[in-house]
């Protein structure tokens, strides 16, 4: 091996180099979140956190406006980004806070991803280009108090009254749910699973939020309830009539959750580097202590490699390639990475770590739920499981 030029130093923030593997539209795009996130969602996020809410009457219409909405659908107002600048854009929103990339996974890869794959002409028209904006928030109901890992035990029915339909049921832990001017309802039906469009304020439709969430707390959390709603034939997904439907959209949130546990654990570890240099003990920044650079080592390099997983897999989606067995590696493997970070990271800030002066108790706390929904560590171990084995193991 030769060289004439000194190679340049490692960038901590970016120890593998892996900026050069973006292009520079992509990189714009990353700029661009990020430093959004760094103007209007670090400054007050903590606060958020802290009170339990979260401003979407102002955010959503500025996540519209940045273009992240629906970023990565065609059309309707919709950005029709690749998939590898939807998941940057994913990586730099949580590593503000997985509220945020909730907020926005929920929004474009699941209600409105919902309905641009399934929906009609007129659904789309009618909803995707408000909600793009972040005029119109969506949800997305498929987890009930006893159908949480198999949904296809949901006990939400509907059925059909003359041309109209009839929708009875309960939905459980919805992100948005009573922010939202529509949600899509997964239920049981004579025709098999059928999703529906049910608009705030419809007879027999009411929201409840879910309190004393210790995890995800700037963002909201809802239970669903349905009691008989009367619903015109134009309110249903035409387009499928299966469990096909919903796990299709999660397909698409998880791969947002590939890239934006990666941000949450770089957050974790630029707090833990920042802090162990500046941090005296012993007349000695806690940095130069081999326990705490051994810390600091294991969280660069699964930063590191957490981000590669993330940009394999976006190269994949955007080249067609990729499958949900896939997502699944990466959701198991970057959410448990992440976390990992994150409780490391906490204990480099010592008694400082568990306030919220710095962000990652709230980034730990977070990925506790991060970890669970969107199918929990064990479903996707088991994907993972059946494809290497053939043998499939949830029942
Ligand atoms: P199974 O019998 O295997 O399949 C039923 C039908 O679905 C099809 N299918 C898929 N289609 C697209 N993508 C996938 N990943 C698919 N997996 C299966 C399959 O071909 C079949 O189609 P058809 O037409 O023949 O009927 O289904 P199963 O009942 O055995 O379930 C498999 C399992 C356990 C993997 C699935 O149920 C699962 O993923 N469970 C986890 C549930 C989950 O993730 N819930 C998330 C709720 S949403 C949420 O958490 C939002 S959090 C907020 C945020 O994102 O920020
Ligand atoms: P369960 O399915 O009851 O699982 C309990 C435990 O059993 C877990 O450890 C699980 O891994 C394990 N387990 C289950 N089945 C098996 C098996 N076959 N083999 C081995 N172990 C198994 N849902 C929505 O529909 N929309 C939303 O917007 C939404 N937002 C959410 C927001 C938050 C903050 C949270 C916490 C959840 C949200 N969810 C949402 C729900 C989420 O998707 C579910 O919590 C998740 O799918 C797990 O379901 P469960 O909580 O009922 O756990």
């Keep these: 091996m030769s ?31 990020r430093a959004f996130v760094r103007d ?10 802290e009170t339990a809410t979260v401003p979407l009457g102002e955010l959503a219409p500025e996540l519209g406006r940045l273009g992240v909405l629906g970023m990565h659908l065609e059309g309707y107002g919709c950005a029709g980004a690749s998939a590898t600048a939807y998941g940057l854009a994913c990586m730099e929103l949580e590593a503000g806070d997985s509220g945020i990339r909730s907020l926005v996974s929920v929004q474009g ?18 909803w995707l280009p408000r909600m793009a904006a972040g005029e119109a928030i969506g949800c997305f109901g498929l987890t009930e108090p006893d159908a949480g ?6 006990r939400t029915r509907a059925r059909r009254d003359g041309s109209d339909w009839i929708l009875h049921g309960q939905k459980m832990w919805i992100t948005n749910g009573s922010a939202s001017a529509v949600a899509v ?3 049981q039906t004579e025709e098999g699973v059928r999703g529906f469009l049910v608009p705030k304020g419809t007879k027999g439709f009411a929201t409840q939020d879910i309190h004393r969430k210790l995890s995800l707390r700037a963002s909201i959390t809802s239970e669903l309830l349905l009691d008989d709603v009367r619903l015109p034939a134009d309110a249903v997904l035409p387009e499928v009539s299966s469990l096909k439907g919903p796990l299709s959209c999660l397909n698409e949130a998880r791969y947002g959750i590939v890239w934006g546990a ?3 654990g770089r957050a974790c570890y630029e707090a833990a580097l920042e802090y162990a240099l500046e941090r005296t003990q012993f007349d000695r920044p806690i940095a ?35 499958r949900p067995e896939h997502v699944s590696l990466g959701k198991l493997g970057n959410v448990n990475g992440a976390l990992e ?13 568990v306030t919220l002066e710095y962000p990652v108790i709230r980034h730990m706390n977070n990925l506790e739920s991060v970890v669970t929904y969107e199918g929990t560590a064990d479903v996707h171990a088991l994907v993972i499981g059946g494809a290497v084995t053939g043998i499939q193991a949830f029942r």
């Design 262 to 264: 990666a941000g949450a």
């Design 288 to 322: 130069s202590f081999q326990i705490q650079q051994q810390k600091l080592a294991e969280m660069v390099l699964e930063v590191n490699r957490a981000t590669l997983v993330a940009i394999h897999l976006g190269r994949m989606k955007d080249a067609g390639t990729l």
């Design 3 to 33: 060289s004439t030029a000194a190679a340049p130093p490692i960038r901590p923030s970016d120890y593998l180099a892996l900026d050069a593997l973006l292009s520079d539209e992509e990189r714009d795009i990353r700029d661009t979140v």
């Design 40 to 49: 209007k969602v670090v400054p007050n996020v903590g606060e958020w956190f």
């Design 149 to 154: 890992s198999d949904p296809g035990s949901m």
């Design 341 to 353: 970070v994150a409780r490391s990271a906490r204990q480099v800030l010592g008694a400082n770590g």
């Design 185 to 187: 309802v997964w239920a």
């Design 109 to 126: 890869s699941l209600a409105m991803y919902a309905i641009w794959r399934w929906g009609s002409e007129e659904q789309k028209q009618e």
